[in-house]
C-alpha cells in the first residue's frame, strides 16, 4: 500500500503538524491533503482508515465536472453558452411552462443566474420531468442579473449535456475526460427521470479530484493531449457574477462557471462539509483536501497559512507517519463478550430491533422494515462493511430523499466499552460522515458532526438476559 505520507525534499513537515494541529483545534476532521507544485507532488497525507484511492461524495464540488462536461461540448460546437433554454429545451415548454425562462441561458445557470429566488432542485429531483419541472418556477428576476446559488440549475446543466450528446453526463465524461485521465467510470447519482443530479452526486477520490484539478492548472492538457480549451477554462474561471449575501472572504470574490474564486487568487471547486480542488496559477500551485468539516471558511484561511509556512525544515517525517496511523483509531478497550437483544421502540426509521453479540470482534445486527443487517466493529481497530440500509446514510438534511433510500453503505466500524457503555464509530468511506454509536442506560443514540439523520436517539428495551 501507498505510504500516508509523502514530502518533497524542503517541505516543513514541522509547518504540516502545525497546520494538523490547528485543524484539530478548530473541529476540521481532515482525510486527505494533497499539494502540487508546477504539477509535481510536494506533500501527500492521508489518515487512516481512509485513503487516496477510495472514491466518495464529493457533493457540490460535483459542479465544476458538469461545467467541464458544458465546456466540451462547447468546445465540439455542440452548444454555447449563449444558448438558451427555449432554443434547447422547444419541446418542453408546453402548457405549464413559464415562457420567461425560454430566455435563460446556458452562462446564466453556470453563473448561479437563472431568476429563480431559489434552488428548484426539491421540485425536480422526483418530478416525471425534471427539466420541465425547473421551466414551470416562476422567475423572480431577470436571468443573468443575481446571483441565487441553485443546485437545480447545475441539474438542467447536465441535462443539456445529455440532450446535445444524447449520453449520459457520466458516461460523456468518461469518454473525454474521465478515461484520459485515468479513472475509473465513477458513480453519479440521477434524478427520478435518470438525469444527473449535476451539481451533486459524484463520487470520486482525492487522487481523482487531484488529476482533475492539474488538467485545470495545465491550461486543459493532461499528457500531452487537450482535453478542454484554455479558453473555456479562462472564462469558467474569471467572474460573472458575485454571491453578497454570504460574509466569507474566499465566498465573495466571485463565482465563475461553477467554480468559485479564491481571495487568494486562482480558483477551486467546493462541496460541502470540506471537499475543495483548488487551483493557485500565480503560485504553480494546486490543492486537493477531503474531510469532515463544520467551517470551511476556517479550513481555508488555515489552508493559506500552511502554504505561507510550506518551505523550509528537515522533512521528518516520522511524527507525521504517527499521526497520520493513530489519530482517528479508537483505543483497544475491554472486550465485548456476550449476547444480548434489545427491542427498539417506536421511531421513524423502521427499527425494530438491535442485537449485540460477540466475543472479540462485536456485531451489531439491525432487524428493519427492510430486512436484517450486520456491521462488525473492531477493537482498537477498524472493520470494513458492506449493508444495505435506509436513513442510515447521513446526508446534508434529514430531509434529503437520498437518506431515505435503500443504498449499499461502505463503513469503518470499531467499538469500545468502558464504564459509560458501549461506544459504535462508524466512518463512511464512501460520504464524508461519522456516526458515533453510545449504547446505555436504555439508550442508543446517534452523534454526527456533519450532516444529519432522520432519528438519532432511540428507546431500548432488552428482550434477553445480559448486560452492556
Known amino acids: 500500500m501507498e505510504s500516508r505520507v509523502f514530502l518533497a525534499e524542503g517541505i516543513s513537515a514541522k509547518a504540516f503538524e502545525n497546520y494538523l494541529s490547528e485543524c484539530r483545534s478548530e473541529g476540521i476532521n481532515l482525510r486527505t491533503v494533497q499539494i502540487y507544485k508546477k504539477s509535481e507532488p510536494v506533500l501527500r497525507f492521508c489518515f487512516k482508515p481512509y485513503s487516496f484511492e477510495d472514491p466518495m461524495h464529493l457533493y457540490s464540488l460535483s459542479k465544476s465536472f458538469t461545467s467541464v462536461a458544458v465546456g466540451i461540448c ?68 431577470e436571468p443573468g442579473s443575481v446571483f441565487i446559488y441553485s443546485t437545480g440549475a447545475t441539474a438542467v446543466c447536465a441535462a443539456a ?24 467510470k ?24 487531484t488529476k482533475f484539478m492539474l488538467m485545470l492548472y495545465n491550461g486543459g492538457v493532461w499528457n500531452g493531449e487537450r482535453i478542454l480549451s484554455r479558453s473555456y477554462i479562462n472564462e469558467a474561471t474569471s467572474r460573472h457574477s458575485l454571491d453578497v449575501n454570504n460574509g466569507a472572504p474566499d465566498w465573495i470574490a466571485g463565482y465563475g462557471y461553477q467554480f468559485w474564486l479564491n481571495e487568494r487568487g486562482g480558483f477551486r471547486g467546493d462541496g460541502a462539509f470540506g471537499q475543495l480542488g483548488m487551483v493557485f496559477p500565480e503560485e504553480d500551485t494546486v490543492v486537493t483536501v477531503t474531510g469532515e468539516v463544520g467551517n470551511m471558511s476556517t479550513e481555508v484561511r488555515l489552508l493559506y497559512k500552511l502554504l505561507d509556512n510550506l518551505e523550509g525544515g528537515d522533512g521528518d517525517i516520522s511524527a507525521l507517519e504517527y499521526i497520520a496511523e493513530h489519530e482517528y483509531m479508537t483505543a483497544e478497550t475491554r472486550k465485548f463478550q456476550n449476547d444480548v437483544t434489545y427491542k427498539v421502540g417506536e421511531n421513524s426509521v423502521g427499527i425494530n430491533a438491535l442485537r449485540l453479540y460477540g466475543e472479540n470482534l462485536l456485531h451489531a445486527v439491525l432487524y428493519t422494515d427492510y430486512g436484517v443487517h450486520e456491521i462488525v466493529c473492531g477493537n482498537g481497530e477498524y472493520i470494513l ?19 431515505g433510500a435503500l443504498e449499499r453503505v461502505s463503513v469503518f466500524a470499531a467499538y469500545e466499552l468502558g464504564d459509560n457503555g458501549l461506544k459504535i464509530t462508524l466512518r463512511h468511506k464512501d460520504t464524508c460522515h461519522v456516526q458515533r454509536w453510545t449504547v446505555a442506560d436504555g439508550k442508543w443514540t446517534v452523534d454526527l458532526y456533519v450532516g444529519d439523520l432522520p432519528e438519532k436517539e432511540f428507546t431500548l428495551i432488552k428482550e434477553e438476559s445480559g448486560t452492556v
Open 74 to 141: 462547447r468546445d465540439e460546437g455542440l452548444l454555447s453558452t449563449e444558448t438558451t433554454l427555449g432554443e434547447l429545451f422547444a419541446d418542453k415548454f408546453t402548457e405549464g411552462a413559464n415562457e420567461e425562462a425560454k430566455k435563460i441561458k446556458i452562462s446564466d445557470l453556470l453563473s448561479m443566474q437563472s431568476g429563480h429566488g431559489e434552488c428548484k432542485l426539491y421540485k425536480m429531483r422526483w418530478a416525471d420531468d425534471s427539466v420541465k419541472a425547473f421551466i414551470s418556477e416562476p422567475l423572480d428576476h
Open 161 to 184: 449535456v445529455e440532450r446535445v450528446t444524447g449520453k449520459k453526463t457520466v458516461d460523456f465524461l468518461y469518454e473525454k475526460l474521465f478515461s484520459k485521465l485515468g479513472i475509473e
Open 186 to 209: 465513477p458513480r453519479w447519482r440521477e434524478m427520478r427521470d435518470g438525469c444527473a443530479l449535476g451539481g451533486i452526486g459524484l463520487y470520486l477520490s482525492s487522487d481523482d479530484i
Open 385 to 403: 462493511n458492506h449493508c444495505n440500509l435506509k436513513n442510515f446514510n447521513p446526508n446534508i438534511s434529514r430531509l434529503d430523499p437520498d437518506t
